[in-house]
């Protein structure tokens, strides 16, 4: 989920804390649970640091160990350590509680998005995404701020957000079921596909589409429940090549391939250089496709620049590349 989102669910929990006789009797351990509540609910993102390195850190470990099994473990621990020595009258055991659920909350809400998370490691470095919920998800959002609305203005906060999460469990469950029919309506309009990737986005009824056949690749959307195609593109097997090869070595494209599950590939050749991209099918935007890997390599096969990351037009490409 966004940081937005994020907050306000940590927001949520501090208030469900208070149904806990411990908390309900002190303002400061009250105060105490609150901070634990908000921050572990935004600690697993901290990897959002890496990005200042460059996009294929970012894309290869964000949403990875910060929100593995040790890490959920770990994060209540030192966080409630911190927050402890600020507040030391507090029960340490109801304060790591209170952060332990937060910091949980974060990566499982996590996993129902496209995006996912490495939340099996160590056991697993698969990618777990449910793809329910878009990353930023107005209902959610909105109900979380008339939760908080509600609680400032006098109502009961524990049986508040204990009855907005049981709303919440229900928007799930449609969410799952809306996936489930264009799930079946694809089937049926392509007998021989062999894998889907329904994606969710910020309208309610509109979902991304991308579909892998025998023989073709087939990018639509499907809005009220209708499935239209937008492009297709015939499989091709990437070939054991030395431009490929050469490629492959590169940092940007080697996260880009650990990342994406389904894209096609295009090798240009040109006087001086070759241009071998990547083209992640899941995010198509206005005709465009957005999230690439590029690598551009001269005559003899060294590479030159390359990118990968999130491009809205041919123009900036060349700009992140250092092409004239």
């Known amino acids: ?60 470990h964000h949403r990875g160990i910060t929100h593995s099994i040790p890490a959920v473990l770990l994060w209540p621990i030192v966080l409630s350590g911190i927050i402890f020595l600020f507040f030391p009258s507090v029960p340490f055991s109801t304060l790591w509680l209170w952060t332990f659920l937060a910091v949980f909350l974060h990566v499982f809400v996590d996993i129902f998005n496209a995006y996912g998370t490495q939340a099996l490691r160590p056991f697993s470095k698969k990618w777990v995404a449910i793809g329910v919920i878009n990353t930023f998800d107005w ?24 009855g907005m999460y049981c709303a919440l469990v229900f928007y799930y469950l449609v969410r799952f079921a809306q996936k489930l029919v264009i799930h079946y309506k694809i089937k049926k309009l392509i007998p021989d596909v062999t894998n889907m990737i329904i994606a969710p986005t910020m309208g309610f009824t509109s979902w991304r589409l ?62 001086d250089h070759y241009e071998v991209r990547f083209i992640d099918l899941r995010y198509r935007s206005n005709d465009y496709y957005p999230f690439v890997a590029v690598v551009k390599l001269d005559e003899e096969l060294n590479i030159l620049s390359s990118y990968t990351g999130w491009i809205f037009s041919e123009e900036k490409l060349k700009e992140k590349l250092k092409w004239t």
């Open 1 to 60: 989920m966004d940081t937005a989102t994020h907050i306000t669910m940590g927001i949520a929990l501090g208030g469900i804390a208070t149904l806990d006789p411990t908390v309900a009797t002190s303002s400061t351990v009250a105060t105490a649970v609150m901070f634990g509540t908000v921050i572990g609910s935004q600690i697993p993102d901290i990897d959002t640091v890496l990005k200042l390195r460059n996009n294929a850190i970012y894309i290869r």
């Open 139 to 162: 209902v959610i959002f909105l109900t979380h701020l008339v939760g908080i609305f509600l609680w400032y203005f006098g109502a009961e906060p524990g049986p508040l957000f204990i």
């Open 210 to 271: 991308a579909i892998v056949s025998k023989q073709r690749f087939y990018v639509g959307r499907a809005e009220n429940g209708k499935v239209e195609i937008l492009d297709e593109f015939l499989r091709k097997k990437l070939p054991k090549s030395d431009v490929i090869s050469a490629a492959k070595v590169d940092p940007n494209l080697s996260a880009f391939l650990s990342f994406s599950p389904l894209y096609r590939w295009v090798i240009e050749e040109y006087n």
